[in-house]
């Protein structure tokens, strides 16, 4: 896969979380996950069997991480949905959707200032506000941020954010809540094939599944409203909206690489700073031609521009900086809980006709969007989860019966006749960890051999029979399974896997 920064955000550009219009970073990496022996070796254990602090502590931080997941999803849901409802009331008595948009962008200026208060409130090393800018600013190059850095790696962005989320807003004048945002979940969808084709990520046939579930579902829901040109306009805008947010995505990946929180916070107070400055002049053109027109500012709803621009600015803080405290695969599910929140309201406040395609269209979208949430080693893991759903029963009875043969024999066992019986070093009992140990080195040490023999077993027939009596049997056949799946795949990624004659002739 082709690298475009030496900082690689913890997912790649398809997996970015919907509207996250920047890739974040924490200032530490995430450990890397247990391998294939480690995640056989029973959970939680030291030698002789006793539960390990270190992995109590790990538990608790994983369901700490859990835990402040959902409340990051629930905010993440609420704030989205109440911005698409409370958007869909505020044009009942101001129609003017750039004008909001160009309102609530400009909230994006607090976003640095919010930051840098968290700083001072968290970091030891407390800096000023200065020293914390020129430190930022060190994303965007060696000599910061200069006037030809903010209209080549600035300006672009700017546009397409306020693109973004006019076509959003414009379309929620034409079509329900519901479709819209359910619509704008096809998002993922294009960021993958975008990053596939100019970033040359890789190829996974899952995401593809995805991507075309995410463009069936949109003709089925403009053939829900039976293809009626005030909705089809309504659904282009969003597709156009979505299209612009995964450009927007892929572009930032492509120029700028990844970003630290304190970064990511500068470059959205830049795009805040832009909008006042460049986009000021489109809402008075659109003003005084009558586009967009109010008779009176005593007319203008502030409270809900104020109330769009708080929750706007809400999901954005939290979609961008929830990684800080959870995992972005849960952030990611807010955004598809906002649809049955909006079909909840549209169904009592709109005259919204759940039919049989639309509901079919929705799930089609939703079920696109959580399929390409998949991590890329999800093939890995599924079949690492299936290998100890079939070997778990098998072998839990021969531990059980043999421990009771033990104990009997040991109570029938005649005192001073000798040395009492015992398990094999690792026979079904739970193994050690010096026996584990020895069991993944004499693994290790059979693999190399393979490799350095051309998978000849015969050249290491000593070294399979070391490996054989160092490992529990469910153990050898797993890890003989997993070499054949991993040599496999390695063939068929480098395009050298040849398929035999009988596959070839059918």
């Not at 599910?333 to 929705?362: C, E, M, Q, W």
């Amino acid at each position: 896969m082709k690298k475009h920064s030496a900082r690689v955000a913890p997912l790649s550009a398809c997996n970015s979380p919907v509207l996250t219009l920047t890739k974040v970073e924490g200032e530490e990496r995430p450990r890397d996950s247990p391998g294939p022996a480690e995640a056989q070796a029973p959970a939680g254990t030291e030698a002789g069997g006793r539960p390990s602090r270190r992995c109590w502590r790990c538990s608790r931080a994983q369901l700490k991480k859990i835990f402040w997941g959902v409340a990051v999803v629930l905010c993440v849901c609420a704030s989205w949905a109440g911005a698409t409802q409370l958007a869909k009331l505020t044009f009942r008595k101001f129609d003017a959707p750039f004008t909001l948009t160009w309102f609530a962008t400009n909230w994006n200026f607090l976003f640095f200032p919010l930051y840098y208060a968290g700083h001072i409130c968290k970091s030891a090393e407390k800096q000023s506000v200065k020293q914390r800018y020129r430190e930022c600013c060190r994303f965007f190059g060696d000599n910061g941020l200069t006037l030809k850095v903010f209209f080549t790696k600035a300006a672009p962005f700017g546009v397409l954010w306020t693109l973004t989320n006019y076509l959003y807003l414009h379309a929620i004048k034409k079509i329900n809540t519901t479709d819209v945002s359910v619509l704008f979940c096809c998002n993922k969808a294009f960021v993958f094939l975008l990053s596939w084709i100019v970033l040359r990520d890789r190829f996974m046939g899952v995401r593809i599944v995805a991507a075309i579930l995410a463009i069936a579902g949109i003709v089925m829901m403009t053939y829900a409203d039976g293809f009626h040109s005030h909705s089809v306009i309504g659904i282009a805008l969003v597709v156009g909206s979505a299209s612009m947010s995964a450009l927007y995505k892929v572009l930032f990946k492509l120029l700028l690489g990844s970003a630290k929180f304190g970064e990511a916070a500068l470059f959205l107070s830049i795009l805040g700073v832009f909008n006042i400055l460049f986009i000021t002049c489109i809402p008075v053109i659109l003003y005084f031609t009558k586009v967009e027109y109010w008779s009176s500012f005593d007319d203008i709803p502030w409270g809900n521009l104020c109330g769009f621009s708080v929750l706007l600015l809400t999901f954005n803080i939290v979609l961008n900086f929830g990684i800080a405290v959870t995992y972005p695969t849960l952030m990611s599910l807010g955004i598809v809980l906002s649809v049955p929140v909006n079909a909840v309201v549209d169904h009592y406040t709109s005259k919204i006709v759940f039919n049989g395609v639309r509901v079919i269209a929705i799930i089609i979208i939703g079920l696109g969007f959580l399929l390409l949430l998949l991590p890329e080693e999800w093939d890995v893991w599924l079949i690492k989860l299936l290998t100890r759903l079939k070997t778990r029963p098998h072998a839990l009875l021969p531990r059980l019966l043999d421990r009771v043969i033990l104990s009997s024999r040991r109570r029938r066992r005649e005192p001073g006749s000798g040395r009492a019986e015992s398990l094999s070093p690792l026979g079904m009992a739970a193994p050690s960890m010096k026996e584990r140990q020895a069991c993944w080195g004499a693994r290790d040490e059979y693999w190399k051999c393979l490799d350095e023999n051309t998978e000849d077993a015969s050249k290491c027939k000593k070294l399979r029979s070391s490996f054989e009596s160092s490992c529990p049997q469910q153990w050898i056949k797993y890890f003989d399974k997993r070499r054949d799946y991993l040599k496999f795949k390695e063939k068929f990624e480098a395009g050298d896997f040849q398929p035999s004659k009988m596959t070839a002739k059918s």
